[in-house]
T-cell receptor, first 111, second 116 residues
Framework: RKEVEQDPGPFNVPEGATVAFNCTYSNSASQSFFWYRQDCRKEPKLLMSVYSSGNEDGRFTAQLNRASQYISLLIRDSKLSDSATYLCVVIARTGGFKTIFGAGTRLFVKA | SQTIHQWPATLVQPVGSPLSLECTVEGTSNPNLYWYRQAAGRGLQLLFYSVGIGQISSEVPQNLSASRPQDRQFILSSKKLLLSDSGFYLC???????????????FGAGSRLTVL
């Protein structure tokens, strides 16, 4: 079983749609959680951190459920420019810190 | 502010040739440094990480090696490339362990390697 699992996608949605990505993690020592965005043939970039209380950044909302070991990302009013791969990232404390990437979920937003 | 530079951006190399990819970080000291590889359509694979000069940990045995000759310089090398070495190589840095959120990775722009 992978330490971080995501919906493989791809998700094909029209502009203006709301789309949700899910991610589960298996390492109970996980302490920090993030969503990264990776455009085609580019490097991953930090999109937002994820907190237990939930956090919002414009059209993006991230949620963390530690009991279920589940992370989500909600994108409202999708734009064409949201088309990218979204990576779920978990940092676990195992002696030092270990960063674990999910395989990513591909999103296509179409006009 | 911190910046990370990685070069070359693109290279095409014949099988059996050597490789050297370089990465430097500015605006910080004592960073953790990483080399990742991403094969076409695949996830990120951690190759090497370093917590200090001369300290290299290898995650995946292969024909690649890494070196950290200076605090903010990380080099990925190979003596003889294989076809399977083709991919997108990403250097990344993070701050030293300081607790929650300290290990957020920031990536360089990547080096796309094609081995023919």
């Amino acid at each position: 079983r992978k330490e971080v699992e995501q919906d493989p996608g791809p998700f094909n949605v029209p502009e203006g749609a709301t789309v949700a990505f899910n991610c589960t993690y298996s390492n109970s020592a996980s302490q920090s959680f993030f969503w990264y965005r990776q455009d085609c043939r580019k490097e991953p970039k930090l999109l937002m951190s994820v907190y237990s209380s939930g956090n919002e950044d414009g059209r993006f909302t991230a949620q963390l459920n530690r009991a279920s070991q589940y992370i989500s990302l909600l994108i409202r009013d999708s734009k064409l420019s949201d088309s990218a791969t979204y990576l779920c990232v978990v940092i676990a404390r195992t002696g030092g810190f270990k960063t674990i990437f999910g395989a990513g979920t591909r999103l296509f937003v179409k006009a | 502010s911190q910046t990370i530079h990685q070069w070359p951006a693109t290279l095409v190399q014949p099988v059996g040739s050597p490789l050297s990819l370089e990465c430097t970080v500015e605006g910080t000291s004592n960073p953790n440094l990483y080399w990742y590889r991403q094969a076409a359509g695949r996830g990120l694979q951690l190759l090497f990480y370093s917590v200090g000069i001369g300290q290299i940990s290898s995650e995946v045995p292969q024909n690649l090696s890494a070196s950290r000759p200076q605090d903010r310089q990380f080099i990925l090398s190979s003596k003889k490339l294989l076809l399977s070495d083709s991919g997108f190589y990403l250097c990344a840095w993070s701050a030293r362990d300081r607790g929650y959120g300290a290990n957020v990775l920031t990536f360089g722009a990547g080096s796309r390697l094609t081995v023919l």
